[in-house]
């Protein structure tokens, strides 16, 4: 196999077959093809495509380059969520409690924030010792005793994805449906589930804003799960303002916490119940959506729910305290609220200018490596079509210091846009994607 024939083929658009596709990320996962040529075939990809069976035949090089999740021993389904990434995005947090206590297992595979999105990773580690970094080993344990483990890629899993993941980031070359669905189910499918979900973001914040490019990310996710036996069932979510109130790692910890106790922002708790509600049915714990939602607001009023996330920080070397007491979590040091300069309607709450003010504050990062400060963000109770009049709060800044406060007051004066009208934000839920096919959201309220 030599990398520069199937570079110059692709670039010029030819097929690589599997056989190729096999070899190249084998050699390439041991660093026996150098990054600049993997950077040149990304380009190649990103600008003349992979055909299915390609797409297919990446998604199992990349699967096949690490090791798998042997979960088959277990009683119960097991089923993950993945969101394409947003701001404020907090969703693994509660449903991933959630979904273990009401009977289905979640092996939760997860990112850290790089750009201007989130990351689960991040805003875990929030919690004082919680570790992420679990081996497969590990991690089977956990799930074996408690039914959940929230952990970060493993080296073991797909490392020919991690690298070339890293390197698509620093080339431009991560907005390709192709690779962007070889990339997530590689990862997804090493997690030997017996389901998937897919929180398909669509709007000004997210990956791929426009709805028709989520909606064919979300088919190509679906069919390559179908390639495995794993049924996928995908929701596309608005992300054209942030999801819930909390927009920063300790403080959406604190959103989820109070979301667990029942008291979580109407958004963030329809965007949970309905992905809950896949993956109850998904891992055969209820036989509707109807009947898992009702399982799962049972789960919250009850108290089960939140004392599930307990267990997990415990199993994780977290503090479980911060769930009775999120007093805990990191605490910024400067707080002052953001006022409205005018009447007017909220005409928009722009999710990318939040997720960059988050970086400058300190709680984001430009480069992998970069350090986090998981205390800083901000609380935004404005939202879109919300009227207001002069002087009344639309947020509140949380930083380290005067300079981080003045540059929290800059992004969200980038971000919120207050007007005499405002058009409506997009649905919240817009359409569910099954192997049957892309259909209207229908709440769960209207399904038998
Ligand atoms: N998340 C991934 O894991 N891979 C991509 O390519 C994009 C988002």
Redesign the pocket.
């Given at each position: 196999m030599e990398a520069r024939t199937l570079i110059e083929r692709k670039r010029n658009g030819g097929r690589i077959d599997a056989a190729e596709w096999r070899s190249l990320m084998k050699h390439y996962a041991a660093g026996e093809v150098p990054d600049y040529q993997m950077a040149a075939l990304a380009m190649a990809i990103y600008f003349v495509g992979l055909d299915r069976t390609e797409i297919g035949a990446l998604t199992d090089a990349m699967l096949e380059s690490g090791a798998m999740l042997q979960l088959d021993h277990l009683a119960v389904g097991r089923v993950d969520k993945h969101s394409?990434?947003g701001v404020g995005d907090k969703v693994s947090l509660v449903l991933a409690p959630l979904v273990a206590v009401c009977g289905v297992a979640v092996p939760m595979m997860s990112?850290r924030g790089l750009g201007h999105t989130g990351g689960t990773l991040d805003k875990l580690e929030a919690i004082p010792g919680f570790r992420t970094d679990l081996s497969l080993e590990r991690a089977t344990r956990q799930l074996e005793a408690i039914g959940c483990a929230l952990m970060g890629q493993t080296r073991e899993i797909a490392p020919a994805d991690r690298k070339l993941?890293a390197l698509?980031d620093a080339t431009a070359t991560?907005e390709s449906i192709p690779?962007?669905s070889a990339?997530?189910m590689s990862?997804k499918l090493a997690e030997g589930l017996t389901g998937l979900v897919l929180d398909v973001k669509y709007g000004s914040g997210a990956?791929l804003p426009e709805l028709e490019r989520g909606l064919t990310l979300a088919r190509t996710m679906i069919e390559l799960g179908a390639d495995h036996g794993c049924p996928v069932v995908a929701l596309l979510t608005a992300m054209d303002r942030p999801l819930g109130r909390a927009c920063g790692n300790a403080l959406e910890v604190e959103e989820s916490i109070a979301a667990l106790r029942g008291d979580g922002p109407a958004d963030l708790m329809d965007v949970t119940y309905a992905l809950g509600a896949e993956m109850l049915v998904l891992g055969g714990a209820a036989s509707s959506r109807n009947e898992a939602r009702r399982r799962m607001e049972v789960a919250i009023s009850s108290g089960r729910a939140a004392r599930k996330f307990q267990e997990i920080i415990e199993a994780q070397g977290g503090n479980p305290a911060v769930v009775d007491d999120p007093g805990l979590l990191p605490q910024a040091a400067e707080c002052e609220l953001y006022l409205a300069q005018r009447d007017g309607v909220v005409a928009q709450v722009e999710p990318r200018a939040i997720g960059r003010g988050i970086t400058a504050l300190g709680g984001g990062r430009t480069r992998v490596d970069d350090q986090v400060d998981p205390s800083v963000g901000f609380v935004i109770t404005a939202r879109p079509g919300d009227v207001v009049r002069a002087g009344e709060p639309l947020a509140t800044i949380f930083a380290r210091d005067a300079a981080g406060v003045a540059a929290g007051r800059r992004a969200l004066g980038e971000s919120i846009r207050l007007a005499d009208e405002a058009d409506p934000p997009l649905p919240l839920i817009s359409h569910r994607v099954t192997p049957a096919g892309v259909a209207v959201w229908a709440s769960e309220d209207e399904e038998p």
């Open positions: 394409t990434g990112g993941y698509r991560v690779l962007i990339s997530i990862k990956f």
